[in-house]
């Protein structure tokens, strides 16, 4: 204890503070009137341990008495304000870590019963760890994230009926296709193509908006001296892949309406007929008011979450803790 001082820095530190002095390795520093020497600067890329916070240096823990001026942690078995993190082999899996650390567990029970009585050890994955932004907004976007899926069926519902719509003004156009020798199947990639176009505009669009509404999130964190990372302005390979395959199921589910009418026993005969009449047949009318019917019960439920979100939001401004 007291016996290492030194310290690594993260490289936005190097860069304001030390303007990238490529000598920094070796230079002194003072902390809480303590003297480090800096060892090493960390990649842009690591942010620390701890999800959500941005830091910007790091000592060793056996200098935690000497920053604090508490005692040290490190021998006094009662304290417990540590986060133990590690990386599992390759091939090993939770469950066998698991079973190595309950093990581990129960010899300090039995070494030292007066602290460590009725504790035990538990494993688990960043995404299930106590601490952490993961943790505070886990259930948050995950609700966040049904309804965001609810919005997403309300489009198609709309923009499958709109699609359906024009599709039985262009019946006529479908009936001489097949009569010029087109298939049903040449029939529906063209209606997919036209649906795809429509969602990967929209997912484009959406990619765009990614960077302002990242950062608009900002908005929502209360104050606090904590070194709180802001929110990424880019987009992910993982958000871009995600966002892809969304806009192919999106696709998929708009050009189902449309294409429905090419499933029946008889569609060829059915298009020209309607090609004729040009007015739009019983099958169309009943899957336009399936559709409207989905878009409203959709609605109201994506109603009635974001308004139970905004009352419950309010509760929490207007809040007192006491302090």
Known sequence: PGGAPFAVISEGLWRRRFQADPRIVGRNIKLNRQVFTIIGVTPAAFQGTLDGLTFDLWVPLTMQSQLTGSWNWLEDRNSRPLDLMARLQPGVTIEQAQAEVRTIGRRLELAYQDSNRRLGAAIVSI?????????????LLKVLLVIGAAVLLIVCANVGNLLLARA????????????LGASRARLLRLLFTEAAVLAFAGGALGLLL???????????????????????????????????VLSFATAILCALAPAAQ??????????????RSLSPGVRSRGLRSVLVVC????????????????????????AYPGF
Request: glycine share 8%; aromatic share 8%.
């Open 210 to 244: 990614t960077a302002w509404m990242t950062h608009a999130l900002e908005l929502f964190l209360p104050p606090t001296d904590l070194p709180v990372s802001s929110t990424p302005g880019g987009v992910q390979s993982l958000g871009l892949l995600v966002t892809v």
């Open 262 to 275: 090419f499933f029946q026993p008889d569609a060829q005969q059915a298009l020209r007929e309607a090609g």
């Open 168 to 179: 039985v003004t262009r019946q006529k156009e479908f009936s001489i296709r097949l009569s």
């Open 295 to 318: 878009e409203l019960s959709l609605s109201l439920v994506a109603l009635i979450g974001t308004g139970l979100f905004i009352k419950s939001f309010q509760n929490a401004k207007m």
């Open 127 to 139: 995404a299930d760890s106590p601490d952490g932004v993961q943790h505070i907004l886990g259930t």
